[in-house]
C-alpha cells in the first residue's frame, strides 16, 4: 500500500518562498516517478513539477521555470519542491503524485498515486 503525505504549505506573502515535502511509504519500485499537482478554486488540477527515479529527466510547468525547483531522496522516498518568488497566481492546493513508470508526464492519469494535498496561500 502506497501513501503519500505532504507538509509544509502554508501562508506566505507575494515575493516570499515556501518548500514542500513528500514522503512516501511503500517500496520505491511503486513511486518510481514523482510529481506535483496543484488545484486553485474554481480551476482545474494542473502539472507544476516532475522528476524521474534518477532525477535526470525533470519537467516543469512554463508557470513554475526559474522559480520552482524540485528534487528527491531515494534514501528516504521522499519528494521536495522550492518554491520562491511566489505570486497570487501560485495560491492552490498543491498535491504529490506518484506512480511505478519511470516517465516524467504532465499528465495527472499517468500517476497512480496521490496525497491529500497542502494549501499554499500567497498574500499580496
Known amino acids: 500500500q502506497v501513501q503519500l503525505v505532504e507538509s509544509g504549505g502554508g501562508l506566505v506573502q507575494s515575493g516570499g518562498s515556501l518548500r514542500l515535502s513528500c514522503a512516501a511509504s511503500?517500496?520505491?519500485?511503486?513511486?518510481?516517478?514523482k510529481a506535483w499537482f496543484r488545484q486553485a478554486p474554481g480551476k482545474e488540477r494542473e502539472f507544476v513539477a516532475g522528476?524521474?527515479?534518477?532525477?535526470?529527466?525533470?519537467l516543469y510547468a512554463d508557470s513554475v521555470k526559474g522559480r520552482f525547483t524540485i528534487s528527491r531522496d531515494n534514501a528516504k522516498n521522499t519528494v521536495s519542491l522550492q518554491l520562491n518568488s511566489l505570486n497570487s497566481d501560485d495560491t492552490a492546493v498543491y498535491y504529490c503524485?506518484?506512480?511505478?513508470?519511470?516517465?516524467?508526464?504532465?499528465?495527472?492519469?499517468?500517476?497512480?498515486?496521490w496525497g491529500q494535498g497542502t494549501q499554499v496561500t500567497v498574500s499580496s
Open positions: 511503500g517500496p520505491l519500485f511503486s513511486t518510481t516517478t
Open positions: 503524485a506518484a506512480g511505478p513508470l519511470n516517465i516524467v508526464t504532465m499528465t495527472a492519469k499517468t500517476y497512480l498515486y
Open positions: 522528476i524521474n527515479l534518477r532525477g535526470d529527466v525533470i
